[in-house]
C-alpha cells in the first residue's frame, strides 16, 4: 500500500490560518460542552430519589473535530442534519459560537439571551423560557433543520427520504429542491441497527447522491469497548462496514490517519507501520493500546506484529510514538474537510465516511471502556475552562479573548452573517411556496365532504375496495393535465365533480411495501412510479402487458405519484413521514397515502412514533386488519391497540364512512386543522358488506323520520350519520322509541367496531325476539369517543349519543327492593376483531358493566364466521353476553347503612342474589 500523502489544496477555499481558527473553535466548543453536561448533573434543586439526569461527554469529544468541521464550513443552511442522540450537547455549543439560536417567533436571540440557554440542557421549562432537550429536539433553540434524534437507526434515513422528497418536489413542478445536502453523523454501534441496513440499497437505488453518512468509529459503545470477532467477519468492524456499503451501491471514504501519521509514514519503515495499523490490529487490541497509553507496551506490540519495523521505532521518542498511533483521521480537520469537499461533488451516489476517532478525547476518560456517560469531576471541569479564559462563575462567556488566534472572531462572525442570511433566504422561499399553493387550492374551496363514488352499482363492497377506488380516482384526477401537457392521451374528461379535487390532487402519493397490488391500488401506480430512470422499459417496448397487473417500470416525469418499496416496511413509513413534513419544511403540504398490510406497521412502530413526535400529517391505510382476515391464520391477523400522541385511528364498516374519513382528513391536511391528530391511520378489511343495510338501518330510527314516522331524505340522514361518523361513532341500531324500551332492565348497548358490526347486527335480532333492546353504536374512531382525543372534549359525542351510566330507578317499598336499584344502569357489550384494549375503557368512563369481546388467541385460517365463533365475537358470542351483563348488573345491590334500612321500612334483609346465568336461560 502506497504512503498516504496530504493534498496541496486545502478543502473549501480555506487557508492555513482558518485550521488554527477551527481547533481554537473546537477547544472552546470542548469546554462548552463539558461544563453543560456537568451543570446539568449538578443542579441545587435536585432531590436525592431523582434518576441521574445523564449526558455522555466522551461520546460528545469523539466526534468534536467532525461536528466543528460540519457546522463551521461544510454545512450550509439549506442543509439538513442528524446527528447520534448524544452529540446534542456538543451541537449546541458550536451552534452558540456561531449564534444560530432561535426565538419561537423565529427571531434572533442575542447574546445575553443564549447564553441563559446555555445552562438549561435538559431542564423543564416551567414558564416558556427556551430549554435544551436531552437530544436533539425541534423545540431547541438551535434547531434549524435538524432532525430529532432521541432514536438511533431512523433519523439518517429519513433525511435520505427528505432528499427524495425534495427531488419529488423539483420533478414535479412545485419549485428548485437547490442544492441540499443531507448530512447524518452515526455511532458505529448504531450501524449494527437494522433500519440502516434496510435503507442502504434503497438510498443507492434511488440515486440520492446529495446524502452522506459520516460513522464515528470509535470502537465503544455503551457497555464498554466493543469486540467484533475479526476472524468472523474477515476483518475489522470498519473494513465490514465499508464492504457492506460498497455491496449496496455507496462510495466511501475512510479517515483513518491523521497528519502525523502521514508524515511517518513518508519515512523508511513507515509503511510497514501503515499496514500494521490498518490491517493487522483488531479493533479490541488497539483499543486497549490506546487506553493504556505506554510506549514500551506498545512498542512490543508493534514489533510482534511485524519484526522490520524495528529501526521505524528506534527513531521515535516515546511521546511522538504514542502520539502518532493516537492520531486518527477523525480527529484532523483537514483530513475531515476534505472528505465533506469531496461528499459534495457527489451528483447520483450516495457517500459514507469511516471517521475513525476516540471516545473521550480531550478528557480524562479517554478510551476508558466505561466512559460512554461518564460525567466530569468539577475539578477536571475547573480546568478545562481555566484552559479557555473561562471560569465556574462565567463558563459561557462569548466576550473571552481566542488565545493564540485574533481572527477567530472575525471567522464566527462571517459564520453567523452567512448562516442567518442563508435560513432568511430559505424562509422566503417556503413562505412564497405557500402563498403559490394557497392561490391554487382556492378556487376549489371548500374542499369536497366525498369522492363522488357512486355505489348504487356495487350491493356488497368492503372498506379496502373503496381505498383503492379514493386512491385511482384522486392520482388519476391529480396526472390528467399532466399527461395532457405532455402531448400523452389523458382518458376521460374530468366530471364537475372530480374538478373540484384538481388542486388537491395534485398533493396527493401513494406508497407501499410491496403490498399495493393487494391492496386494490393499482391504478393508482399503473405507470406512475417515481424513481430514476434507469434503463430501457422492456415491457413497454416489447408490447409486454397482464390484465390487471400496473405498470411499474420507474421514471421522474411529472405524472409519477407512487413511491414503490420492497418489503421493507421500516423505509417506507419513515419515506412517509418525510413527505409529510413537507408542508412545514418547504411549504408543499404533500400528502402522503400509504398502504400496509395492518399486521406488518408493528415491523415499523419505531418510525411511526418518530413520525407523530416529529409532527409530520400523513393517512396510513391499514389493510386488511384483524382476525377478519380470516384465510391467512394468525400471522397476518393480530390488531393492536396503537395509542400514540398526535395519531388518530379509524376503522370504518360501510364504504360510505371509509370516504367521509378519507375526505375529511384531507381536508384537514391542507387547512392544518390536525392539533394532536396530524397522523391518521384508517384500517380496512377484505370482508364485503351489504351496503344497503346503512340507510335500511338508519331509516328505522326516530331521529330519522319525520313528524309523521316516515323517514327523512337520504341525503338528509347521510349528512347528520357523516357528522357522528367524523364524531368516532353513530347509532346504527336505536330502539329507544320502541314499546317496552325500559332502560335498567331490558337495554343493553352493543359498542362495536369494524367487521364484527355485521355479527352485532344479528346479535341485536336476535335479543329483540326475546324481549331486550340492544341498540347497536357503531365505533368508527375509538380515539375520539373513549381515547385520548375523547378525553380532552369531556366524552362529548358519548353524550350526544345518550350514553350516560344514569342510574334508572323504579318505585321502591322494601328495602330487598331498594337493595336492587344499583342494577338499574344500562350495561354495554363491546365487540371488535382485534385486542380487548381497543374498546375496553367504554364501561370504565360510564360507570356501566361492560363485557368486553375481543381477540384474546392466536387465530386460525377459516371464513370469517368460523374465526369470529372460535374467538368468541360472533353473534351468538354478543347474545351471551348481553345476557350476562344485564344479568349481573341486576344483581348489584345498595348497601345501606341501618337507618337508611329502618326509614324505608321494617323487614328482612335483601336475599343473596342468584348466579347471573339463573337469570338468562338463553
Not at 498511533?325 to 483537514?334: K, T
Amino acid at each position: 500500500m502506497p504512503p498516504t500523502t496530504r493534498p496541496v489544496t486545502l478543502p473549501f477555499g480555506l487557508k492555513d490560518q482558518d485550521f488554527e481558527i477551527l481547533e481554537s473553535i473546537a477547544r472552546r466548543a470542548h469546554a462548552f460542552m463539558a461544563h453543560m453536561i456537568w451543570e446539568a448533573n449538578h443542579r441545587p434543586e435536585a432531590l436525592k430519589t431523582d434518576p441521574k439526569v445523564g449526558g455522555h461527554p466522551a461520546a460528545c469529544a469523539s466526534s468534536l473535530h467532525i461536528a466543528t468541521a460540519l457546522h463551521m464550513v461544510a454545512r450550509h443552511p439549506s442543509d439538513y442534519y442528524c446527528a447520534k442522540p448524544h452529540l446534542a450537547p456538543l451541537d449546541h455549543c458550536l451552534h452558540y459560537l456561531m449564534g444560530n439560536m432561535r426565538k419561537t417567533d423565529g427571531s434572533w436571540m442575542n447574546d445575553e439571551e443564549a447564553e441563559a440557554v446555555m445552562h438549561r440542557l435538559r431542564s423543564f421549562s416551567n414558564n416558556g423560557e427556551p430549554v435544551f432537550q436531552s437530544y436533539h429536539a425541534a423545540g431547541d433553540p438551535d434547531s434549524w433543520r435538524i432532525l430529532p434524534s432521541g432514536t438511533v437507526g431512523i433519523p439518517p434515513v429519513v433525511s435520505a427520504y427528505l432528499s427524495l422528497a425534495y427531488a419529488y418536489l423539483e420533478d414535479h413542478g412545485f419549485g428548485k429542491a437547490g442544492k441540499k445536502h443531507f448530512w447524518s453523523l452515526i455511532g458505529d454501534s448504531e450501524f449494527r441497527e437494522g433500519s440502516l441496513m434496510e435503507a442502504l440499497p434503497d438510498i443507492a437505488e434511488r440515486e440520492l447522491g446529495n446524502i452522506t453518512w459520516i460513522i464515528d468509529y470509535n470502537r465503544q459503545n455503551l457497555d464498554g469497548t466493543r469486540i467484533p470477532n475479526d476472524r468472523g467477519l474477515r476483518g475489522t468492524d470498519a473494513d465490514r462496514i465499508e464492504r457492506t456499503a460498497k455491496a449496496n451501491g455507496w462510495d466511501v471514504i475512510q479517515l483513518r490517519h491523521g497528519s502525523k501519521r502521514q508524515e511517518i509514514f513518508q519515512q523508511p519503515g513507515g509503511e510497514l507501520l501503515q499496514e500494521i495499523l490498518e490491517g493487522s490490529f483488531g479493533d479490541y487490541a488497539y483499543q486497549n493500546l490506546l487506553w493504556k497509553r505506554d510506549a514500551q507496551t506498545l512498542r512490543s506490540a508493534l514489533e510482534t506484529k511485524q519484526s522490520e519495523i524495528r529501526p521505524l521505532l528506534d527513531s521515535l521518542d516515546d511521546q511522538t510514538l504514542l502520539e502518532v498511533f493516537a492520531d486518527l483521521g477523525g480527529h484532523d480537520l483537514q483530513e475531515v474537510l476534505s472528505a465533506l469537499e469531496e461528499t459534495r461533488k457527489s451528483d447520483q451516489v450516495p457517500v459514507m465516511i469511516i471517521a475513525h476517532t476516540v471516545k473521550g478525547w480531550g478528557l480524562e476518560s479517554y478510551a476508558a471502556p466505561g466512559n460512554h456517560s461518564a460525567i466530569p469531576s468539577e475539578e477536571e471541569i475547573n480546568n478545562l475552562l481555566q484552559a479557555e479564559g473561562l471560569s465556574m462563575e462565567k463558563p459561557y462567556a462569548l466576550e473571552t479573548p481566542w488565545e493564540g488566534s485574533e481572527d477567530t472572531s472575525a471567522f464566527l462572525a462571517a459564520r453567523k452573517d452567512f448562516w442567518r442570511e442563508g435560513i432568511s433566504a430559505s424562509l422566503q422561499r417556503k413562505e412564497e411556496n405557500i402563498q403559490n399553493i394557497n392561490a391554487g387550492l382556492e378556487p376549489f374551496k371548500p374542499i369536497p365532504e366525498d369522492f363522488g363514488i357512486d355505489l348504487s352499482m356495487m350491493p356488497i363492497v368492503h372498506t379496502q375496495w373503496l381505498w383503492g377506488q379514493v386512491a385511482g380516482r384522486l392520482v388519476r384526477i391529480g396526472t390528467r393535465d399532466d399527461y395532457e401537457a405532455a402531448g400523452l392521451e389523458a382518458g376521460r374528461e374530468l366530471t364537475q365533480e372530480e374538478n373540484r379535487w384538481e388542486k388537491t390532487a395534485d398533493l396527493i402519493l401513494t406508497l407501499s411495501p410491496d403490498v399495493g397490488t393487494s391492496t386494490n391500488i393499482n391504478p393508482a401506480m399503473d405507470a406512475k412510479i417515481y424513481g430514476p430512470d434507469f434503463g430501457e422499459n422492456l415491457e413497454e417496448n416489447l408490447g409486454l402487458s397482464e390484465r390487471g397487473r400496473p405498470e411499474l417500470f420507474p421514471s421522474d416525469e411529472p405524472w409519477t405519484r407512487h413511491i414503490r418499496f420492497e418489503i421493507a416496511e421500516a423505509n417506507c413509513m419513515s419515506a412517509m413521514g418525510s413527505f409529510g413534513m413537507m408542508g412545514k419544511l418547504a411549504g408543499v403540504p404533500f400528502l402522503p397515502l400509504m398502504t400496509i398490510y395492518d399486521f406488518f406497521i408493528k415491523r415499523a412502530l419505531d418510525q411511526l412514533y418518530y413520525d407523530l413526535y416529529w409532527g409530520s400529517s400523513f393517512i396510513l391505510v391499514g389493510t386488511p386488519s384483524g382476525v377478519t382476515l380470516s384465510p391467512e391464520g394468525a400471522q397476518h391477523s393480530w390488531k393492536s391497540d396503537i395509542q400514540m400522541p398526535n395519531l388518530i385511528t379509524w376503522e370504518p364498516f360501510f364504504a360510505r364512512e371509509m370516504e367521509w374519513i378519507l375526505a375529511d382528513a384531507i381536508r384537514r391536511h391542507l387547512e392544518d386543522d390536525v392539533d394532536d391528530r396530524s397522523g391518521v391511520l384508517v384500517r380496512g378489511v377484505t370482508m364485503g358488506v351489504e351496503q344497503k343495510e346503512l340507510l335500511n338501518r338508519l331509516k328505522q330510527q326516530a331521529c330519522h323520520q319525520n313528524e309523521n314516522g316516515e323517514p327523512k331524505e337520504d341525503a338528509e340522514i347521510l349528512a347528520a350519520t357523516r357528522t357522528d361518523v367524523l364524531a368516532g361513532g353513530y347509532w346504527l341500531i336505536n330502539q329507544e322509541n320502541e314499546p317496552g324500551y325500559t332502560p335498567g332492565e331490558n337495554v343493553v348497548r352493543i359498542l362495536a367496531m369494524g367487521a364484527p358490526v355485521i355479527e352485532a347486527i344479528t346479535a341485536s335480532d336476535s335479543l329483540r325476539e326475546v324481549g331486550i333492546h340492544a341498540d347497536v353504536l357503531v365505533v368508527t374512531s375509538a380515539d375520539l369517543l373513549l381515547g385520548r382525543l375523547g378525553e380532552r372534549n369531556e366524552y362529548e359525542q358519548l353524550r350526544k349519543l345518550g350514553l350516560t351510566g344514569d342510574l334508572h330507578i323504579s318505585e321502591a317499598n322494601t328495602p330487598a327492593e331498594a337493595a336492587l336499584l344499583g342494577g338499574s344502569t344500562v350495561p354495554l357489550v363491546s365487540v371488535v376483531d382485534g385486542e380487548s384494549g381497543l374498546l375496553d375503557n367504554a364501561g370504565s368512563i360510564l360507570g356501566v358493566r361492560q363485557e368486553s369481546l375481543a381477540v384474546k388467541q392466536f387465530s386460525k385460517s377459516g371464513t370469517p364466521s368460523e374465526i369470529f365463533a372460535y374467538q368468541k365475537i360472533d353473534h351468538e358470542a354478543i347474545f351471551l353476553a348481553a345476557g350476562k351483563v344485564l344479568s349481573e348488573t341486576a344483581q348489584v345491590q345498595v348497601r345501606m347503612d341501618p337507618a337508611t334500612v329502618a326509614r324505608l321500612a321494617e323487614g328482612a334483609e335483601a336475599s343473596q342474589p342468584p348466579n347471573w346465568r339463573d337469570l338468562w336461560p338463553y
